[in-house]
């Protein structure tokens, strides 16, 4: 399959739309290069999505993409890989899929450089993000005061504090909790 350009080997290969700090130029984007180093990931190109989601940062200035649509006035920038099995369980332990604070679900993209007035559904892609865990991104969103960005990028990302050094007396998801409980 060829996706912007690139040819994609779509065994045991699943595309991944990384919004965050996993893009280039962010604190988690040595994984990707490690990943990339093991041929376990593939950069594809930048994307767009197709909805309008909430992109917000939480405790930390951790991003999340909140599952959401048409809440928000933006569609999110991000890029696109192509990520083996292996690569994929890495992210996974990274975005905390077993401890709650992410799911990984479906999301249609576009290449950035795609005018969204063309109605050429071929220009669209079928990925898989990793969203806020829905059990929180209601208040994720409330707390936010319902403004997101449009990409995560160095102004925004100026809050983010790198996982080594945030507080260790209580575990993230209760640092999310007590995050969309404040005012």
């Keep these: 399959m060829t996706i912007g350009g690139k040819t994609v080997n779509a065994q045991k290969q699943t595309l991944i739309y990384s919004y965050g700090t996993l893009k280039k130029g962010f604190s988690n984007h040595k994984l990707m290069q490690d990943l990339i180093s093991k041929n376990d990931a593939v950069f594809i190109g ?19 993409l909140l599952n959401l649509p048409d809440t928000s006035r933006h569609r999110v920038r991000g890029e696109l890989y192509s990520v083996s099995d292996s690569g994929l369980q890495r992210l996974d332990v990274l975005e905390g899929i077993t401890l709650g604070h992410y799911e990984r679900l479906p999301i249609t993209i576009r290449p950035d450089n795609c ?23 209601e208040d994720m969103w409330r707390r936010s ?14 809050g983010y504090v790198r996982r080594d050094l945030r507080p260790k007396d209580m575990s993230f998801r209760e640092q999310i909790t007590l995050f969309c409980s404040s005012n």
């Excluded at 005018?115 to 991104?137: C, I, L, N, P, Q």
């Design 46 to 64: 930048n994307f767009v999505t197709e909805l309008r989601l909430p992109l917000v940062c939480g405790p930390h200035g951790v991003p999340f």
């Design 115 to 137: 005018d969204s007035g063309d109605g050429d559904r071929k220009t669209m892609v079928e990925a898989e993000a990793y969203f806020a865990h829905r059990s929180f991104a």
């Design 145 to 158: 005061g319902q403004v997101g960005f449009e990409s995560f990028n160095h102004d925004v990302a100026k």
